[in-house]
């Protein structure tokens, strides 16, 4: 009797089962929105290594697709945190150690004028939920398409920095055009924030005059003493020049990007 | 004679397809008596010798309570289309085809997702599978070259508790076992089609008389794929010998040749199916091919309790693919499709000896061990026009891999049983990138202790408890990778594995095994195993990222009955929470519950018949994205009779649309909308409802 129950519960089983057979469903995590603003707060007079005292009063950049990362299940080794503590090395980003794995972006291009649109929305961004570590960006040449007039300075380059530089009572005024190779990545730069669905923010872009980290300077090896070599107190920076390579080498790390949250 | 020539000449012949694209070798042979069970002496009535009776009694003893053993009539009633395909009947093992016959499956144990190998160890015989040089994936299985009628018993050691697990046994083994029995000799002829396009031949000659491990098979396949873009031609060829007597030794000897071309259809995105349907495709133009010629040739002696066996082994190798999971996120104007190119060779040799102690009931026992694998690894992106533009890797490596374990099996006591061991392995690293412009060495190495203890407490049940470590070796590539952070703003597009090191898993496990009555067989077995490490395959960028330690918890539960010689049941059930520890989340791909339902009926002679219901609970992904469970119904009905046996499958018989690899990530499929970074939700379709048609003559 028990077998003829046993085999009934067995094809009870079957039929169940069978039954649950139905279309393939998947769910996606909603992506939360939080908007973009270009944050210039981070952009304070510094003292580079050559002594010079840089305040800048103008800065535009061309870029397009944020990434924001979240360190996922990626690490560093337990060995490489225990050597962080004794011997700090110079990479304190998670774009060294961590896996960046992108799960929130705000895709498309953007020209920024930290200087004078501080505050301007760039956007909303979506962002699964999880928790951020990081952020990446990918630098691009301006043009005409992005609205700028045909004499602006910004077109057919990255970015335009102008300041001045200071030293020992001596002024320089500065202006940088940077040529940056299409689509180089900026990657690891520092975001921190967890995010779930309640969460509500506002993001702030922001470019870091001064490393957060190490303490060096976006103007680190420019001597501007040297570069007006005219002595007439002003500077052109163009491709081609070493301080154009010097600045733009630092202006492509990850040491002076970010994501803020405010 | 003439019938056995006739026989001889087909199974040549068989390797041959009306294709040209790839060499196809084929051979093959039938499913092979069940090998002998320990007998017990509580056991009544006769151990079954049929090929398809199913029975209980079939079940022989394991060592450990993860273990099991799948007979030859086991995988004989199944009708498993390849020798990958037959590790469906492996309980709680889930395998996975993201491109088309041909490429090597993906593969879940016990929480572990082991990519295309990386932790499961395959043996052939004594033969490792696994391929410790394979441009895509470390540990790459190729199960192609097994023609499941052959295998007189696929044993499963999940979990590493056993000496001669080797590397990539951290989540278990899985060891095919050859023969053909004398149900099967002197041989059969096999031919099987399906009503979407799919042709199998098999032609097996083993002449009567002879030991189990005498035949020659071949195998041949072509398939039109069951939709767009899954094209598939294949062969292998099987040939085996053993001498009871040579000079003194048992000879014993293998060859293996297998070829391969397909077609991969990519992935789906999920949001793509109501453009492109549930078995559409990107057609982005991906396939692959590959061979390999394989030989083994053992000697063993056994004199007064004393037995030796030597063995040496080697391997010639060529894998190439061509890929594109991405779409055109990464490069817009080329696409990111990668090829890849593998050249590879491998020589091993081994010995092993066992000194049995008869007045304490215990043999003591020692193998040694070595095995080189050397090789050239290249990858390229390719662009549209399929020309390469930029090298992504060029290697050439070695890696000798040198092994010794020595143990004790003794069973001091009715109720105990132990078999306890300690493994070494090193492994020797040299490579070169090209790309990086580097060199380097490194040797690693393991030391794995293991203890399998069994209690049987009665004569009806037995208790289990394990422990064991197991290893997965590094891919040789890593060990030329610039150290993380040693280059300023270096884009980490290369190797992010971190330093390079064998990884290794904790496992323990304990178990029972209740077999009250001839007919009854049951389980369940409790499993934890922690790993330092896990390393996942990234399919984006074809590299193995290092993550934060796992855990997975979990039980297997089976069950066997069978109230009469022709009807059987049978069920098992795998529950497993598989988490990473620092941030407790679900190990993508991973599910809570898989298991499988089987009814048989049937003889060796007249009617026969089997359902099979395989269900998968939902499939947990990265970043809290999951994808639906499934159930698969497989039908099998036909006839047989002395000399032939007509089937007729059905296999996904409630036609059941299934998403049988599913992933999460980002892609970019449709250059006309806007490029978004988000991971989005992609799959591969297992196929549709296939009815295939299988006729076979035994001489």
Same mark, same amino acid.
């Given at each position: ?76 080794? *337990? ?48 962002? *699964?939920?999880?928790?951020?570590? @990081? ?20 077109? @057919? ?11 020992? @009572? ?18 690891? @730069? ?56 010097? *600045? ?15 | ?66 273990? %099991? ?15 990958? $395909? ?40 004594d ?35 056993l000496p001669w697990?080797g590397?990539?046994?951290? !989540? +278990? ?66 040939? &085996?010998?053993? %001498? ?32 492109? +349907? ?11 091919? &590959? ?15 004393t037995r030796l066996d030597l063995s ?29 190119? #593998? ?7 081994s010995t092993a000896l066992e000194q049995r102690i008869?007045?304490?009931?215990s043999a003591l026992f020692a193998k040694l061990g070595w ?31 040198l092994f010794a374990y020595a143990g004790l099996r ?9 078999l306890a061991s300690l493994r070494g392995d ?22 794995s202790?293991r ?36 280059? #300023? ?105 898989? +298991? ?28 809290? !994205? ?11 009905? +036909? ?16 036609? !059941?649309?299934?998403? $049988? ?14 490029? &978004? ?23």
């Amino acid at each position: 009797m028990w077998k003829k129950s046993l085999m009934l519960t067995v094809l009870l089983v079957f039929v169940s089962l069978a039954l649950g057979v139905c279309d393939p469903e998947a769910t996606e995590p909603s992506p939360v929105s939080l908007p973009v603003v270009a944050d210039n707060t981070h952009i304070e007079p510094c003292t580079n290594a050559q002594g010079w005292t840089i305040t800048v009063t103008a800065l535009r950049v061309a870029l397009e697709n944020l990434e924001l990362t979240i360190e996922g299940e990626t690490h560093a080794s *337990l060995r490489e945190h225990l050597r962080e503590l004794a011997v700090p090395t110079a990479h304190a980003h998670p774009g060294h150690y961590a896996g960046g794995e992108v799960t929130g972006e705000l895709p498309g291009k953007l020209l920024i004028d930290f200087m004078g649109g501080h505050g301007e929305s760039l956007g909303a961004a979506s962002l *699964l939920p999880g928790n951020y570590n @990081g952020m990446n960006l990918y630098l691009r040449t301006a043009t005409a398409a992005d609205g700028l007039t045909a004499d602006d300075p910004l077109v @057919g380059h990255t970015a335009v920095i102008a300041g001045t530089a200071e030293k020992s @009572g001596t002024v320089v005024q500065f202006e940088a055009l940077l040529d940056v190779n299409e689509g180089t990545q900026v990657v690891g @730069g520092p975001f921190a924030l967890a995010v779930d669905a309640q969460t509500s923010a506002k993001l702030g872009l922001a470019l870091f005059t001064i490393d957060p980290s190490e303490k060096d300077t976006l103007f680190d090896g420019l001597d501007f003493g040297e570069l007006d070599s005219d002595g007439d107190g002003a500077v052109s920076i163009a491709a081609g020049q070493t301080a154009h390579n010097l *600045l733009m080498k630092t202006f492509i790390r990850h040491d002076h990007w970010g994501v803020t949250v405010q | 004679m003439l019938r056995r020539a006739l026989i001889f000449v087909l199974g040549l012949v068989s390797g041959w397809l009306p294709s040209s694209a790839a060499a196809e070798g084929t051979e093959d042979a039938q499913p092979p008596a069940p090998t002998e069970t320990a007998e017990e002496d509580w056991f009544e009535g006769e151990l079954d010798n049929s090929i398809y009776e199913a029975r209980v009694v079939e079940q022989r003893p394991v060592l450990s309570a993860g273990a %099991s053993n799948i007979s030859a009539a086991e995988i004989a009633r199944s009708l498993p289309t390849s020798g990958s $395909d037959a590790l469906r009947l492996v309980p709680g093992l889930r395998i996975v085809q993201h491109s088309a016959e041909g490429k090597g499956h993906q593969l879940f144990l016990r929480g572990f997702d082991a990519v295309h190998g990386s932790d499961v160890e395959v043996l052939l015989g004594d033969v490792p599978l696994n391929e410790r040089l394979n441009v895509h994936g470390n540990g790459y299985l190729d199960l192609y070259g097994i023609i499941p009628e052959v295998v007189s018993e696929l044993r499963v050691h999940k979990g590493p508790f056993l000496p001669w697990q080797g590397a990539y046994a951290t !989540a +278990g083994s899985a060891v095919f076992e050859l023969g053909v029995g004398p149900q099967l000799r002197p041989g059969l002829m096999r031919t099987e089609v399906s009503q979407r396009g799919r042709l199998r031949a098999v032609v097996l000659a083993a002449p009567s008389g002879l030991p189990d491990e005498v035949f020659l098979a071949s195998e041949a396949v072509y398939d039109a794929g069951f939709a767009a873009d899954r094209e598939a031609k294949r062969g292998a060829l099987l040939a &085996s010998y053993r %001498s009871p007597s040579f000079a003194g030794f048992e000879l014993s000897t293998l060859l293996s040749a297998q070829a391969a071309a397909w077609e991969s259809p990519g992935v789906l995105r999920f949001d793509g199916i109501s453009e492109h +349907g549930f078995y559409g495709t990107y057609d982005t133009g991906g396939g692959g091919s &590959s061979e390999r010629l394989l030989a083994r040739i053992g000697l063993a002696r056994e004199h007064e309790g004393t037995r030796l066996d030597l063995s040496v082994h080697g391997a010639l190798r060529r894998f190439e693919l061509e890929d594109n999971y991405t779409g055109f996120l990464l490069y817009e104007d080329q696409g990111d499709a990668k090829r890849q190119l #593998e050249h590879a060779r491998m020589l091993g040799a081994s010995t092993a000896l066992e000194q049995r102690i008869k007045r304490l009931s215990s043999a003591l026992f020692a193998k040694l061990g070595w095995q080189l694998d050397a090789g050239d690894e290249r990858e390229a992106q390719v662009g549209t026009s399929g020309a390469a533009w930029q090298t992504n890797r060029r290697l050439g490596a070695r890696i000798h891999s040198l092994f010794a374990y020595a143990g004790l099996r003794m069973s001091p006591w009715r109720w105990l049983a132990m078999l306890a061991s300690l493994r070494g392995d090193l492994f020797i690293y040299s490579a070169e990138n090209h790309v990086l412009d580097r060199k380097a060495q490194k040797n690693l190495g393991a030391l794995s202790p293991r203890v399998a203890l069994s209690f049987p407490v009665h004569r009806a049940l037995t208790l289990f408890v394990d422990y064991g470590r197991g290893f997965r070796p590094p891919e040789a590539r890593s060990i030329t990778a610039f150290r993380p952070g040693t280059v #300023e703003d270096e884009e980490l597009s290369q190797y992010r594995g971190g330093q390079p090191t064998v990884n290794v898993a904790d496992a323990i496990e304990a178990g029972l095994r209740a077999t009250p009555a001839p007919w009854l067989s049951l389980g369940t077995t409790f499993f934890a195993t922690w790993m330092d490490r896990e390393v996942a395959f990234d399919h984006v960028s074809n590299t193995n990222l290092e993550l934060f330690g796992s855990r997975r918890t979990g039980a297997e539960m089976d069950l066997r009955v069978a109230p009469t010689p022709w009807l059987a049941f049978g069920a098992d059930a795998t529950f497993v929470d598989a988490r990473f520890e620092h941030s407790a989340h679900r190990i993508p791909g991973t599910s809570s519950w898989l +298991g499988r339902a089987t009814a048989t009926l049937g003889r060796d002679r007249g009617p026969h018949g089997e359902a099979e219901l395989t269900f998968v609970t939902t499939r947990y992904l990265a970043h809290g !994205a999951s994808a639906s469970g499934y159930a698969l119904l497989d039908l099998c009905a +036909g006839w047989r009779l002395e000399h032939f046996d007509a089937s007729v499958l059905v296999d996904n018989a409630l036609d !059941a649309k299934v998403m $049988d690899g599913v992933y999460h990530y980002a892609s970019r499929f449709d250059l006309n909308g806007p490029r &978004s970074a988000i991971p989005v939700i992609h799959y591969t379709a297992a196929a549709p409802v296939t009815a295939r048609f299988v006729f076979t003559a035994f001489f």
